[in-house]
């Protein structure tokens, strides 16, 4: 609780108290000790705001994160579509997040793993899908980041993925439209001078 001060303000007050029983049962006299613990709430009312900040940070990204500290054996992941579970999970450990994995991807997404922490990579790309309650399936790409030990033994993953599902499915229309064409395309970027030509162009020269 909180208490006035004489100059002015409140403080907070950690108050223990002790209640003495006589024989008989009834209680005769309460002995307490209090603790000024302002600083302590004031840190505790920062990292409530720092907390907050982020969580709407993340919420204005679309971003979901993913945190595995094995040291501690402790997983947290905060989905980025309410669609695919719980929008935080912090049971269990890491099955929540392989079972919103999809089948076809678990292998293929641990391997990716093993290969970038094997050759001691800080951070690597990541690409999977996820599948929801309603066995709807997104696809997903990410970061993630790798903590070493002095002696460089693994002891923190840490992971970010954004919904791309819009995006595959319009490269995918792109490369129907391509090969339904019998247009030659060439796709020319003029900041990176990178030029692409579709297949159809080629022949259209022999």
């Known amino acids: 609780f909180r208490m006035r001060r004489r100059k002015g303000g409140f ?25 000024d613990i302002t600083e302590l ?9 720092q907390e907050e900040a982020y969580q709407l940070a993340l919420a204005a990204t679309g971003s979901g994160v993913w945190d ?5 054996d402790d997983f947290f992941m905060q989905a980025a579509l309410p669609d695919l579970g719980d929008e935080q999970n912090t049971s269990n450990k890491i099955r929540g997040f392989m079972w919103q994995l999809h089948p076809d991807d678990r292998e293929y997404f641990w391997q990716q793993v093993r290969t970038k922490v094997l050759s001691k ?17 997104r696809m997903m790409f990410g970061n993630a980041v790798v903590t070493y030990s002095a002696d460089g033994n693994l002891i923190r993953l840490l992971g970010s993925y954004n919904d791309v599902t819009r995006l595959k499915d319009a490269e995918e229309s792109y490369r129907l439209a391509l090969e339904a ?19 159809r162009f080629y022949p259209m020269l022999d």
Do not use: C
Not at 12 to 19: H, P, Q
């Open 11 to 35: 403080l907070w007050m950690l108050m223990r108290t002790v209640l003495l029983i006589s024989p008989a049962g009834h209680p005769y006299r309460m002995v307490g000790a209090y603790t």
């Open 181 to 199: 064409s019998q247009d030659g395309i060439r796709d020319w970027h003029l900041r990176t001078n990178k030029i692409f030509f579709s297949d």
């Open 41 to 49: 709430k004031l840190t505790h009312e920062q990292i409530r705001h």
């Open 68 to 72: 595995w500290n094995l040291y501690q």
């Open 121 to 137: 990579a800080d951070s690597f790309p990541l690409e999977f899908r996820m599948r929801g309650p309603d066995e709807a399936v």
